[in-house]
Every structure is written in structure tokens, then in C-alpha cells.
């Protein structure tokens, strides 16, 4: 190996090392031996199961949703923060940070009173018809509130960073506004707007406390895969409980590098 | 296309960047917009191409009041001093841009598209780099990027803001000779501002010389040179030796008390100063000699004067010769040419 010219390569690295195994690799080979202690005939029952089955679809569709539905508002809310300068603005800001901060399990409270049939948003959806506490809507809608920073935070930067110049190099060819955004300004952020997406995608399917209360927790209807392993925790079904969280484990991982190719392959140019 | 600026002033908050200019810029001139940073030069030129509102006085782009028009309608080329390329997209889509985002009643086809791209990729001497990316490419290949994209559109007008400032020299002086000479073959009126007085005197027809927001001197590079109007013009386009003093009766005369008189001041460029050992009148002034140095065929002398104030001469290598000078000789110098100024209203 080439010598590094930068010093320090060899102690950060092995502290790379070690925290990466103790924080990531050691826990998640734990789950994985845990799973190995059933056979794969009762791996293939239990993570097969058709109420399981069913929690791994409300787990995937809500997350994207939710995280698609961010993509959208926090790029809006970025652009906002970022372009125009109004009263409020840092407070706005500093807003965007509080579902990392707040305990999921408050946030979720909050949200089944806010939503449910008699509270304060709630009562009108009830009126119209479109339930929302205790429906996948009201998942979607825990989900979008816990992923909202993610997004915003990732495309902020980059908004702010943007040359003013190669806009108005846009504009002085003729472009329209919108051509400016869709042909200039878009592309130079979609690799973090992919990056806040993922991050929401894979926080949405882990998501356990805000869920819980607004989900109502049918089975076969609003239980999340995470639901789903709390309750087998508690019955004391560990190696039942390991499996489902390896499936989900390998779900999450494919997102996650389908999305980096995604980014890889739009940043192309960047490659020398 | 003319260019035509009336009494056009510009205010930001409290700060007076432009005061009352007047330009006219004949159709097919290479103008350029001379100045120190914080001149007004760029913002006279962002106000030209529109990108910073007219509020006071009216600039007309081939008889039209562009103050009326957007931006994206005016035919203003204008090209930045770091690209701004689009590097998402490769040289051809960025020179394809500025016909691709016609609408569709006004865009070419795209094989008329195609064949223009090649044809100022030609233009430009980058044959064969249309499909390479923004980040593959040296500075000077980017700004000649640039140049070709700002050009597709076929602008009335070509605007260049500090087009060479972020080259290195060899490249810029390249580049320079090369906007020259392609000027020369399309003829499109063309302002280009920079702060590099050599830089100007080399390309530009006429220089339009800028200093806190206000026009010193507008001329050929000749004649700017040559007749500066004002102390600024004189010590802004190349180095200058103060000699302060008095005028009697219409005739400069030294003084060897520079603090006490300074009625007039006398401006003399280093290669102007003849250097003496003996004293011939009384119209030399004594000096020694404190440094010697050379750059390339030109040998520069610094000397002291006796009140502490420094001179400085530049000799070819024939002249250094004959004198063969040495450091901490006492010599007598005397100017062949000089431009004297008087401070209160800087004429002579």
C-alpha cells in the first residue's frame, strides 16, 4: 500500500474500524446469528406468514409515500428557506429540526389527538368521509413528520451553494423561469434530494413510536413490521422477532443501494 | 448593434456605485471597461445585459430601450468571469442550451441545432470535445465554452465580465489575442470589462477608463496612454514616478522641499527618466541607487532621493550597459517626458 501523504491514516482509520463493528456490524451479526438458531423451514414460515406479509407491505408503502411526499414539501420548504428572506425565517428554521429531536412516542400521541375522529383536524376529515387516525393514512402522516428534517437538511446545503451565476447564464439564453429550475437548478440537487429521500425511506421503516398510536394496529390492516417485532418480543418469540427484523434488515439495504446507484448514475459528469 | 448610455446612475443602500454615465458604443466595436475593483464597471455591464435593474437615466441596445425588456428576450451574450457552465450537462447540450429552451414555434430543428454546435465548436478549436462534461476540461477550454454558448444564440450584443480573470497568464494572454482575432471574424459589438490594464490596451479598440462609479477617459488605447486626462488615468494604466513641485511662470520647476510645496505634480513613467553621473543643470535631481533587478529584457533601477521619497527607472539592456551601474552609486536624473498635474482641479 501507498504511503499517505496525510497523517493520521493509520490510528483514524482503526478507529473507523472499531466504531463501525461496535456500533453497526457486531449488533447486526448478533441478529443474524440469533435468526441462524431457527431452521430454514421455520425462517421461511415465520418471515412468510401472511400477517407478517401484510406488515411488510403497510411498512413499504407508507414509508415511501411518506418519504416521496417529503421529497416533494421539503424541497419546497429548502427552497423557501433558502431563497427568500422574510420575518420568521431562523425561527422556521430551527423549527424543521424539532421531530429529531421530540420523543417519537410524544410526537405520535400528539398526532392521534390532533387526527383522531374528535380532534382538531380529525372531526373535519371525519366529516368528509376520509378517516385518518387509525387508517395507513395516519401512518403516512407519522412517517412524513418524523422524515421532514432529513430531506430539508440535505437539500438546504446544496440549494445555498448553488452559483447564482450559472441562473443567470440560464436566463440570459433565453431561458424561462421554469426552464432555469427544471433544466439548471434540478439537477444539481437531485443527488441530495435522493439522499434526504433515502434517509427518510429507511427512518419510515424502522419506525416504531410515533407509529404505534396513530396506526390503530390492525393486524392485516395497520400494523407495521416493526409492530409486529415488539409483539413477538414480548412474547418472548426472540429468534421470531431477529427473522423479521432480517428481512427488513435486507429491504432497507436494497433500498438503499438502489438509490445510491441512482445517485452514482446521475452524478456521471463528476467522474473524470 | 449600438450601445447608447444616458445619465444612467445606480445606488445600492447608501453607496453610489455609478454616477450619471454617458457611453455611446458604435455598432462593432471591442470596448473595453476599464477600472480598478469597485469602479462600477461590472455593474454598469450587469445593467447593460439586465441582470441588475435600471432605476436612473436609460440604456438603449441597438435603439431599444432595454429597461422594458426581461432578460431572457434581450439577445445579450454574456459570459461570466468563473463559466457558470452547466456541469450536469456536456458541451454540446451547453451550447445546445440557449436554442434547446427556445419555445417550440421559434426552436430549430435538431439537426440545425447539431450543425451549429459544430460549427462553433470549430469556431472555438474545441473539435471533438462534445460529449466531454464541464469538470474534464482546463480553464481556458471552459471560458472558450462558454464563449461558443453565449454566441449560439447569435446575441446582438456580447458581454464579457472579467472573461480571462481566473486564467493563468500565459492562457489569458492566449485566449486575449484569440478573442481578438475572433472578434475581427464576426464582428458583434462587444463590451468586456477587466481591471487588467494591459489586458485592455492589447485587445480593445477604445477603453473606457472607470474610477468610483464615473468615467475618467474614454479613447483608443493610443491615446489613453499617451494623453492621459487625469492623475488617475496616468497612474492606473502603468507604473509612474511622482516628482512634486511648483509651476512659474508656465514652466515646472523641482522643488527639493517636497512637503512644503506641492502645487504641481509631475508624472513620469520609468522609462522616461534619464540617468546621469554628472550634474548638467540645475534641473536634475540626485539620487542613489538602491536596487538593481531584472525582468526578462528590462532592467529595473530603484533610486533614493535625498527628501526619502523613491524613484523609479527602467532601462533596456543597451542603455544599463553603457552606464554600468552599481548599487549605492549617486547618480543625477532628469525626466525626457512628463505630464504635471495640479492637484486642485488636475489640469495643467
Not at chain 1, 427568500?84 to 412516542?105: C, M, Q, S, V, W
Not at chain 1, 413477538?232 to 445510491?260: P, R
Not at chain 2, 464576426?186 to 479598440?205: G, K, N, R, S
Request: net charge neutral.
Amino acid at each position: 500500500m501507498k504511503k499517505n501523504i496525510l497523517p493520521g491514516f493509520g490510528i483514524t482509520m482503526g478507529i473507523t474500524t472499531l466504531y463501525v463493528s461496535l456500533f453497526v456490524l457486531v449488533p447486526i451479526s448478533l441478529l443474524l446469528i440469533k435468526t441462524a438458531s431457527l431452521s430454514l423451514d421455520e425462517f421461511i414460515t415465520i418471515v412468510t406468514n401472511e400477517r407478517v406479509m401484510h406488515a411488510y407491505k403497510v411498512s413499504l408503502t407508507t414509508a415511501f409515500i411518506a418519504a416521496f411526499l417529503n421529497a416533494i414539501f421539503g424541497l419546497l420548504l429548502a427552497w423557501v428557506l433558502v431563497r427568500y428572506r422574510f420575518p420568521g425565517r431562523r425561527i422556521i428554521d430551527g423549527l424543521i429540526d424539532l421531530p429529531f429531536a421530540l420523543p417519537t412516542a410524544v410526537a405520535g400521541m400528539t398526532l392521534a389527538a390532533l387526527y383522531g375522529p374528535e380532534g382538531w383536524f380529525g372531526q373535519f376529515f371525519q366529516k368528509l368521509g376520509i378517516p385518518i387516525a387509525y387508517t395507513s393514512s395516519g401512518i403516512v402522516i407519522a412517517l412524513m413528520f418524523i422524515g421532514l428534517p432529513f430531506v430539508v437538511r440535505m437539500v438546504q446545503p446544496v440549494l445555498e451553494n448553488l452559483p447564482k451565476e450559472t441562473e443567470e447564464a440560464a436566463t440570459s439564453l433565453g431561458a424561462s423561469r421554469f426552464q432555469t429550475f427544471h433544466k439548471v437548478i434540478f439537477p444539481e440537487i437531485v443527488p441530495a434530494l435522493l439522499a434526504g429521500f433515502s434517509l427518510a425511506l429507511a427512518r419510515g421503516l424502522g419506525e416504531y413510536g410515533s407509529v404505534v398510536f396513530i396506526a390503530g394496529n390492525m393486524p392485516m390492516k395497520t400494523e407495521v413490521a416493526p409492530l409486529l417485532i415488539m409483539s413477538k418480543l414480548e412474547q418472548f418469540d426472540y429468534a421470531g422477532a431477529t427473522a423479521i427484523g432480517v428481512v427488513m434488515l435486507l429491504l432497507s439495504f436494497t433500498f438503499l443501494i438502489i438509490i445510491n446507484i441512482l445517485q452514482k448514475w446521475h452524478r456521471k459528469h463528476e467522474l473524470r | 448593434m449600438t450601445i447608447e448610455i444616458q445619465n444612467i446612475s445606480k445606488k445600492y443602500g447608501n453607496f453610489q456605485a455609478l454616477h450619471d454615465i454617458n457611453l455611446h458604443i458604435p455598432s462593432g466595436e471591442l470596448v473595453a471597461l476599464l477600472g480598478p475593483s469597485g469602479s462600477g464597471k461590472t455593474t454598469l455591464l450587469r445593467m447593460i445585459a439586465g441582470l441588475e435593474s435600471v432605476e436612473d437615466g436609460i440604456i438603449l441596445v441597438d435603439n431599444e430601450n432595454v429597461a422594458s425588456l426581461h432578460i431572457n428576450q434581450r439577445d445579450v451574450g454574456f459570459v461570466f468571469q468563473h463559466y457558470a457552465l452547466f456541469k450536469h450537462l456536456t458541451v454540446f447540450d451547453n451550447i445546445a442550451f440557449g436554442l434547446q429552451v427556445r419555445p417550440k414555434h421559434k426552436r430549430p430543428s435538431a439537426q440545425t441545432i447539431a450543425a451549429k454546435v459544430d460549427e462553433l465548436l470549430a469556431l472555438v478549436k474545441l473539435e471533438g470535445f462534445a460529449k466531454r462534461y464541464p469538470a474534464q476540461l482546463s480553464g481556458g477550454q471552459r471560458q472558450r465554452v462558454a464563449l461558443a454558448r453565449a454566441l449560439a444564440v447569435e446575441p446582438k450584443i456580447l458581454l464579457l465580465d472579467e472573461p480571462f480573470g481566473a486564467l493563468d497568464a500565459k492562457v489569458r494572454k492566449e485566449l486575449r489575442r484569440w478573442l481578438r482575432k475572433l472578434h475581427n471574424d464576426i464582428h458583434v459589438t462587444t463590451l468586456f470589462v477587466t481591471h487588467d490594464q494591459e489586458e485592455a490596451l492589447d485587445v480593445a479598440d477604445r477603453i473606457v477608463i472607470m474610477n468610483k462609479g464615473k468615467v475618467e477617459q474614454v479613447g483608443a488605447p493610443a491615446e489613453v496612454y499617451e494623453s492621459p486626462v487625469s492623475p488617475f488615468v496616468y497612474d492606473f494604466l502603468g507604473n509612474v514616478n511622482l516628482f512634486r513641485g511648483r509651476v512659474i511662470d508656465g514652466q515646472f520647476s523641482f522643488s527639493n522641499q517636497a512637503e512644503t510645496t506641492n502645487e504641481a505634480v509631475g508624472y513620469v513613467r520609468p522609462h522616461h527618466i534619464k540617468i546621469e553621473r554628472e550634474k548638467t543643470s540645475d534641473a536634475v535631481i540626485s539620487a542613489t541607487i538602491t536596487f538593481i533587478h531584472t525582468i526578462g529584457p528590462i532592467w529595473h533601477i530603484e533610486m533614493r532621493r535625498d527628501d526619502d521619497t523613491y524613484i523609479e527607472v527602467e532601462l533596456n539592456k543597451e542603455e544599463f550597459l553603457l552606464l554600468n551601474l552599481q548599487v549605492g552609486e549617486n547618480v543625477y536624473v532628469s525626466p525626457k517626458e512628463m505630464k504635471v498635474f495640479i492637484p486642485e482641479d488636475f489640469s495643467i
